[in-house]
């Protein structure tokens, strides 16, 4: 049986996500930044939290790990590169070493870029991917920690699963991503056409997230150092794919729109 995945919106921006493993009954929760949204949603549910995974160090990712474990016992899961970030760690994991929530095992990848110690968690059999803020609905995160180069070796690891990976990433960005890749991308028909369900559904107030990695794929700039269109507004069009990548992630970063 597929994880259930629960989605809860916490602070401006962020998701925190709850996923059971049903034949166990094993509850983890990925990167709570509080935990009274995370104890009330348990709550709700008679879910009884077995562990915090976490993607990297952030305060927006880690904020809720000490009073979680107080209140419930639950190990913390998290990248070894990064150990000594991440409060009250018991198990840290490095890239492709393998980690089993009740019966069902997720592949870690180091991905780098945004901080030094970042992971991502793919839960293969539930096609769905825990990557923090690595990558966004067409956006990624910012290089805080990492070059453009390591970002972009670490966005090729996530480039090589299926197309119906569900993409759980951390923060509800979408729109305003969006805004930014039609104007480097304008020639994108697929995009254009994702910008528009965007809009109606933050209109209702509705989350865009999880997408897939497929249309990722399709209309995500920084996935998309290949295209022509977007290769020549940036006036790249025979540099190497990092360069691409690197003045994509640049013109975003001061990016008003
Ligand atoms: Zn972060
Ligand atoms: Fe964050």
Redesign the pocket.
């Known amino acids: 049986m597929p994880l259930e995945i629960v989605q809860i919106p916490v602070l401006n921006d962020?998701y925190v996500y709850l996923a059971r493993e049903p034949s166990a009954n094993a509850v983890a929760v990925v990167?709570p930044?509080v935990h009274e949204p995370v104890l009330a949603e348990l709550k709700k549910r008679n879910w009884t939290l077995t562990h915090i995974l976490n993607t990297?160090h952030?305060p927006?990712?880690v904020g809720g790990n000490m009073a979680l474990k107080q209140a419930t016992g639950c190990r913390i899961v998290g990248p070894k590169a990064d150990a000594e970030r991440i409060p009250g760690i018991d198990v840290a994991l490095a890239d492709g070493e393998q980690w089993t929530l009740g019966d069902e095992a997720a592949v870690v990848f180091d991905v780098p870029g945004?901080t030094r110690g970042h992971i991502a968690y793919w839960f293969q059999r539930s096609a769905a991917l825990f990557c923090?803020?690595t990558l966004f609905a067409l956006g990624c995160?910012r290089l805080f920690e990492g070059t453009p180069a390591q970002m972009w070796h670490s966005l090729g690891k996530l480039l090589a699963l299926p197309d119906d990976t569900r993409i759980y990433c951390?923060?509800e960005y979408t729109e305003s991503n969006a805004r930014f890749a039609v104007t480097v991308e304008p020639g994108n028909e697929t995009l254009h056409l994702r910008y528009q369900r965007i809009r109606e559904l933050r209109s209702k107030g509705l989350p865009t997230v999880p997408s897939t990695l497929g249309e990722e794929r399709a209309t995500n700039p920084f996935l998309r150092p290949m295209s022509e269109n977007l290769r020549m507004t940036l006036g790249l069009l025979n540099a190497d794919d990092v360069s691409v990548f690197a003045e994509t992630r640049r013109r975003k970063d001061t990016f008003r729109g």
């Open positions: 962020n990167d930044a990297h952030h927006d990712h945004h923090g803020d995160g951390a923060h």
